[in-house]
C-alpha cells in the first residue's frame, strides 16, 4: 500500500450529511481505501442506495393507494371517479403532525371499504331506480285527467339524452365529464354502450302510452321495485341457493341469477299488486263510470263496490291477483333476452302479460272469481 500524501492528510473529515448518505454505500474491502473516492464513485453509490429506498418507497406508496382507492371499478362495474387523495404522497411530511400514520391507514382504510360497499352495491343506482315507483305513485295519488303532459315530458327529455348519449360514444373529452358528473350511476357495462336510463324512460313512456292507467303504474312499480329487490337479495342470498334454470316452460331465463332474486321480485309483485289494486285503486281512481270513461276501466275491483271493472271479487281473488302478477314480475325480471335491456323489456313484458291477462279472465271469468 502506497504511503497517504500530505494532501490527503489535510483534508478534513467528511460531513455528518456525506456520512449518512455514504452509510448507504455497499461495504467495501479496507484494502481498497488506499485513495479518496473520486465525485463520480460518490455520485454513483448515492444513487444506487437512492434507487433502493425509492422502491420501498414505491412498494409502500402503491400499497396505501390500494387501500385509499381501490381498484378503478369494482367487481359489478359501477363506473367510479378517481380519488383524488391517491395522486397525493403517503410519505408525504405536510399532513398534520397530530395524526400518526397508523390513524390515517385505518381512516383510509375505512374509507375505501365504505367505498367499494357503495359501488358494489349500486346504492346510488338503485336509490335513483327505485325513487321512480315512488314518483309514479305520487302522480297517480293526484289523479290526472291525462298523462299526455308526461309522455310529452319524458320524451322531450330523451330528445336530450340521446344526443348526449351519442356525444359521450364518440368524444372521449367529453366522455371523461360526463362519466366524472353522472359516472356512479352507470354500470361498466354501460361504459361503451347505451345508457340505461334511455331504455328505463321509453319502457316507461310505452307504459303509460299504450297500457291503461292501473296496469301502467303497475308495471312501472314492477320495474322500479320488484328488478331492485331481485338484484339486492340476490346479492344477499344468491350463494345460499340454486341458480335458475336455463328454460322455463320454453322460456330463456339467464342462468346468472339466482333463486333468491328470482323469489323476491316474486313476492315483492305479489305485495305491491295487493297493495295497489286493494287499497290504492279505490281509494285514488275508484270504479265509477266516469272515472271509467276519463281513466279507463280498472283491471280489479272489489265485488261490494259498484262500478266498472274488468274482474270483481273478494280476498280471494285479489290474493290470486296478486299472485299471479308476482309470478309475471319475476319471471320478466329473469328473462335472459340477449343485449336487450331489463329496463326496456321488464315494464314492456309484465305490462302486456298482466293486460292480456286481465283481458282474458274477464272474457271468461265475467265480474267474478
Known amino acids: 500500500m ?8 489535510r483534508l478534513s473529515p467528511p460531513s455528518p450529511t456525506l456520512s449518512k448518505r455514504s ?4 461495504k467495501a474491502d479496507p484494502s481498497d481505501f488506499h485513495e479518496i473516492p473520486s465525485m463520480n464513485d460518490l455520485t454513483n453509490g448515492l444513487a444506487k442506495a437512492g434507487a433502493a429506498n425509492g422502491g420501498v418507497a414505491r412498494r409502500r406508496r402503491t400499497k396505501k393507494k390500494t387501500l385509499s382507492n381501490g381498484s378503478p371499478h369494482t367487481g359489478n362495474g359501477i363506473i367510479t371517479p378517481s380519488d383524488s387523495s391517491s395522486n397525493s404522497d403517503p410519505d408525504d411530511d405536510s399532513r398534520s403532525n397530530f395524526t400518526s400514520d397508523s390513524d390515517s391507514t385505518t381512516f383510509e382504510e375505512w374509507t375505501g371499504i365504505m367505498k367499494r360497499v357503495v359501488d ?3 346504492i346510488p343506482r338503485k336509490v335513483l331506480h327505485s325513487s321512480i315507483g315512488f314518483g309514479v305513485i305520487y302522480l297517480y295519488s293526484q289523479r290526472p285527467d291525462n298523462v299526455k303532459p308526461i309522455v310529452y315530458s319524458l320524451a322531450a327529455s330523451l330528445a336530450v339524452i340521446v344526443p348526449t348519449d351519442v356525444l359521450r360514444l364518440r368524444s372521449r373529452r367529453f366522455e371523461k365529464l360526463y362519466e366524472k358528473a353522472v359516472g356512479f350511476l352507470m354500470r361498466e357495462s354501460e361504459r ?3 345508457n340505461g336510463v334511455i331504455w328505463y324512460m ?3 313512456i310505452y307504459a303509460l302510452a299504450v297500457l291503461p292507467r292501473d296496469i301502467a303504474v303497475m308495471s ?4 322500479s321495485w320488484c328488478d331492485t329487490a331481485a338484484s339486492t337479495f340476490g346479492r344477499l342470498y344468491g350463494k345460499y341457493t340454486w341458480p335458475l334454470p336455463r328454460k322455463l316452460v320454453g322460456l330463456p331465463l339467464a342462468p346468472r341469477k339466482s333463486f333468491a332474486g328470482f323469489a323476491a321480485a316474486v313476492l315483492t309483485g305479489a305485495v305491491v299488486a295487493i ?5 290504492a285503486v279505490p281509494a285514488w281512481q275508484g270504479y265509477s263510470v266516469e272515472a271509467a270513461d276519463t281513466w279507463g276501466a280498472v283491471s280489479w275491483k272489489w265485488d261490494e263496490q259498484p262500478g266498472v271493472g274488468a274482474i270483481s271479487g273478494g280476498w280471494t281473488s285479489l290474493t290470486l291477483v296478486g299472485a299471479v302478477t308476482g309470478l309475471v314480475s319475476g319471471v320478466a325480471e329473469a328473462l335472459d333476452l340477449g343485449k336487450i335491456d331489463d329496463n326496456l323489456s321488464l315494464p314492456i313484458i ?9 283481458k282474458l279472465a274477464s272474457f271468461f271469468m265475467g265480474n267474478g272469481f
Open 350 to 358: 309484465s305490462g302486456t302479460v298482466l293486460w292480456g291477462l286481465s
Open 220 to 223: 312501472i312499480l314492477i320495474l
Open 2 to 9: 502506497s504511503a497517504r500524501s500530505p494532501q490527503q492528510q
Open 23 to 26: 452509510s448507504k454505500l455497499p
Open 192 to 194: 361503451h354502450t347505451t
Open 120 to 122: 358494489e352495491w349500486e
Open 275 to 279: 297493495g295497489f289494486w286493494g287499497w
Open 202 to 204: 321509453v319502457g316507461v
